[in-house]
């Protein structure tokens, strides 16, 4: 990719989608200075598995796929350092604990590298935080990264703008993803024809800590 320029990133980035190389797609075409293509900056796989399951759990899927474009940028048999795996970064303790759940036995935290197995435990993952964290977003994407006891604990016992909440979050990491998260699902809402928001109303406001 050295030396090319935006024309020449771009179908790099669409040689890179039709082989479903997925994070080269999005990497690639990110790289661009003046001409943008943001179906493959913000590329959408496996469709097909994540609608159905943020229908059923009621879920924004734009925000599913934001989180998943962080996690992982689409790459299933992604693994982290410290052992989650798959499109949405999952810890084999957390995969053995939505298992048993979800009801499912002899199960093993390899079938994380399933991308359909993935997004069904991260996706209940996702709503799980949500609806223990007051329904917010931006708590429970704090919540996916850092854990839910940080994200309960970095509340205040007022209401707080979200994105004060957000610039207030001690661990520079967690407060970089969730600011990326929440930008991914915004470009994603555009992507999937949701209606306009501006984005301090997609992050809305944190409620305070229960005391």
Do not use: C
Not at 90 to 104: D, E, S, V
């Amino acid at each position: 990719l050295r030396g090319l320029d935006d024309r020449q990133l771009l179908a790099a980035a669409e040689v890179a989608r039709r082989s479903e190389i997925w994070d080269r797609a999005i990497n690639t075409a990110d790289r661009t200075s003046l001409q943008h293509d943001y179906s493959l900056r913000y590329l959408a796989p496996y469709r097909e598995r994540v609608e159905p399951k943020a229908r059923e759990l009621d879920l924004d899927h734009g925000w599913v796929y934001g989180l998943m474009r962080q996690e992982s940028r689409f790459i299933n048999v992604a693994r982290s350092g410290v052992g989650a795996s798959g499109l949405m970064q999952i810890m084999p303790a957390t995969a053995r604990w939505i298992a048993k759940r979800l009801g499912i036995k002899r199960f093993h935290p390899r079938e994380m590298q399933d991308p359909a197995k993935n997004i069904q435990f991260g996706a209940y993952y996702l709503k799980h935080v949500q609806t223990s964290l007051d329904d917010s977003p931006v708590l429970a994407t704090a919540a996916y990264n850092a854990g839910p006891g940080r994200a309960q604990r970095w509340r205040d016992t007022r209401p707080m703008e979200a994105a004060v909440y957000i610039e207030s979050i001690p661990f520079a990491e967690t407060r970089d993803y969730v600011k990326k998260v929440m930008s991914n699902a915004m470009y994603y809402a555009a992507r999937f024809g949701q209606p306009s928001v501006l984005l301090t109303e997609r992050l809305g406001t944190v409620p305070p800590r229960k005391t």
